[in-house]
């Protein structure tokens, strides 16, 4: 009965899946008469609730635009306050290089010069942590060991004390690891020293000077504007909560706009500008935008240097929050300023669409009118769904059977139950140990199984429902082995 069930499940999954894969086809970019419909093409086929693009050719806004919806219902425009991520992360490198400029901060300096209680565990070395190692992300901390969400209205003071409890996994200078509280840090570094709040230093030093009057900073102003986004399940779009988090400011909460952020790039973009000298020097723009030489990373002080599919040098940053998603790009060779922001986000929608539509809006500002797959995510994902059913209900019919003892009179050898308990045990530990660390891998970054089901609730939720499920049967297949 369970082999003849066994057999018809898998044929009709099969049969699924390739009316699935017919059905679904393969988009691709080509012929598109202007960015919009490059833009829309995305939205339409990836479901994308709302999109904002902005594109400056050297000191002149050419191109500016809102696609979609907000979670409330408005219509998104170049001028709805998002979300930005860890493009924060280029305020506060920016911030730390006026004050070097200054001569209140030392680049070399050690931390404890700024702030003299910072420690952190292992190699006896906090003191040797320098404002450079926390630009370029070089600390020696790691979220593979230190990775902690912290609640919600944590002060920037609190969370850098609590970094108290993080280990150094390397020693400070050597090798690149992302860390996000190495810019809560630096905020609260500017704090110190500029003896203001990060918030006031930002918007007199920052936004005023680049007339950015639809960038926010405080709880007050953010809560506001935004306070939720869109997430996905199995392509399909919710929305959800996006809670401020004033300790997260300086490295991944500022809200701004697609109209405010070409500003600040052009700022970045045209060195010689007279929108860039209001708040940096050239040779601080260049610091700000060279990796260092002494490490293996593409990463600067709060940029990266990336190449375009033409082999243009691209100055890159972006952002990422449960909900939102941000890409900023300067192309020094060509004078193009590039924003893209995003009101949804995943794990699979920041790694494989957004950062397909990342280079499908490069490749047409450069003129590459070259035809372009688009990935074929969406069809895998349908897919995926499908497969992720198909295996729920056949273990919830195998644990039927079991315990109908219609599986477990089938073995006669206590060894061929064991090793099938230790195989509905194993699979658990390689969903919720090794697939984590797999992706953690890929985002070059820790990511627990919390920040997964935030950032990628269909994927989690399946996980952990197919270990219950696997966990269960083995139990089961105990229970009735001890029994007999």
Not at 46 to 59: C, F, N, S, T
Not at 159 to 187: D, I, M, R, S, T
Request: hydrophobic share 40%.
């Amino acid at each position: 009965m369970k082999k003849r069930f066994s057999t018809f499940l898998i044929i009709t999954l099969l049969i699924t899946i390739l009316i699935s894969i017919s059905i679904i086809k393969t988009p691709s970019l080509g012929g598109e008469k202007n960015l919009s419909e490059v833009i829309e093409k995305y939205i339409t086929t990836y479901r994308i609730p709302g999109v904002e693009v902005a594109v400056a050719k050297d000191d002149k806004i050419i191109y500016s635009k809102g696609f979609g919806n907000t979670p409330e219902g408005t219509q998104v425009t170049a001028d709805t306050p998002m979300y930005i991520g860890s493009v924060s992360k280029s305020f506060t490198a920016l911030a730390i290089l006026q004050l070097v400029e200054r001569d209140k901060i030392n680049l070399d300096s050690p931390v404890v010069d700024y702030l003299p209680w910072f420690k952190v565990k292992g190699f006896n070395n906090s003191k040797h942590i320098t404002v450079r190692h926390l630009l370029n992300h070089t600390s020696g901390l790691s979220e593979e060991t230190y990775f902690k969400e912290l609640p919600v209205n944590t002060s920037l003071e609190a969370a850098v004390e609590n970094l108290a409890e993080a280990e150094l996994v390397e020693e400070p200078g050597k090798v690149f690891n992302y860390f996000n509280p190495n810019y809560q840090v630096l905020g609260l570094i500017i704090e110190k020293v500029a003896e203001i709040s990060y918030d006031e230093y930002v918007k007199k030093h920052i936004l005023e000077p680049l007339s950015m009057k639809n960038t926010y900073l405080t709880k007050e102003e953010i809560e506001k504007k935004v306070t939720k986004g869109f997430s996905s399940f199995f392509t399909f779009p919710f929305i959800k909560s996006e809670p401020f988090r004033p300790y997260g400011l300086p490295e991944g909460y500022i809200v701004s706009t697609a109209k405010d952020m070409i500003l600040f790039l052009q700022a970045h973009s045209n060195l010689q500008s007279d929108l860039g000298q209001l708040i940096l020097s050239k040779d601080g723009f260049k610091q700000l935008q060279t990796p260092d030489s002494a490490v293996k990373s593409n990463y600067a002080m709060g940029w990266q240097r990336i190449k375009s599919s033409k082999g243009y040098t691209v100055v890159y940053n972006g952002g990422d929050l449960d909900t939102y998603h941000s890409d900023v790009m300067i192309i020094p060779e060509k004078g193009y300023s590039i924003v893209i922001m995003i009101n949804q986000n995943s794990f699979i929608n920041q790694l494989v669409v957004y950062d397909s539509l990342r280079k499908a809006v490069i490749d047409f500002v450069l003129g590459n009118e070259e035809q372009q797959d688009m990935p074929a995510i969406h069809k895998y994902l349908i897919i995926a769904g499908i497969a992720i059913v198909a295996i729920i209900v056949y273990q919830l019919c195998s644990i039927i059977c079991i315990v109908k003892r219609a599986q477990i009179c089938r073995y006669r050898k206590k060894t061929k139950i064991i090793l099938s308990i230790f195989n509905d045990c194993l699979l658990p530990v390689i969903l919720l140990i090794v697939v984590p660390k797999l992706v953690s891998v890929q985002l070059e970054r820790g990511v627990t199984l919390r920040e997964a089901f935030n950032m990628q609730p269909d994927m989690t939720v399946s996980i952990i429902i197919i270990s219950i499920l696997f966990c269960i049967k083995a139990i089961t297949k105990i229970v009735f082995m001890v029994r007999d």
